[in-house]
């Protein structure tokens, strides 16, 4: 079971980015995907988050209206299309899987699994 993040990179504020999540090992739409985010010193924070079964979306208030969560599920892969980047946004993106169900009924990294590496995102004033 792995999930493997690209995508980040620095870009000035105002810009975009889009992150890509690729799974492999498990079934994929069996099971909600999140994405996360951590700055140094904090702790790491549900961004959105995408159902398995039904592409159901959850948001975090912070990014709600700049972030899009979406899946290929033939492809096994989840995308945070980041747009209107903001300096605050900088931080290492996350995805996981919550394997407890395919829905996403919790955004808290503690339930979420099977971390990837990380992708740096900066976003410069």
């Known amino acids: 079971v792995q999930l493997v993040e690209s995508g980040g990179g620095l870009v000035q504020a105002g810009g975009s980015l889009r992150l890509s999540c690729a799974a492999s090992g498990f079934t994929f739409d069996d099971y909600a995907i999140g994405w996360f985010r951590q700055v140094p010193g904090k702790e790491r924070e549900g961004v959105s988050c995408?159902?398995?079964?039904?592409?159901?979306?959850y948001y975090a208030d912070l990014v709600k209206g700049r972030f899009t969560i979406s899946s290929n599920n033939a492809k096994n892969t989840v995308y945070l299309q980041m747009d209107s980047l903001k300096p605050e946004d900088t931080a290492v993106y996350y995805c996981?899987?919550?394997?407890?169900?395919?829905?996403?009924?919790?955004?808290?990294?503690?339930?979420?699994?099977?971390w990837g590496q990380g992708t740096q995102v900066t976003v410069s004033s």
């Open positions: 996981a899987a919550d394997f407890r169900t395919e829905y996403c009924t919790s955004t808290y990294y503690y339930v979420f699994a099977s």
């Open positions: 995408i159902s398995g079964s039904d592409n159901s979306t």
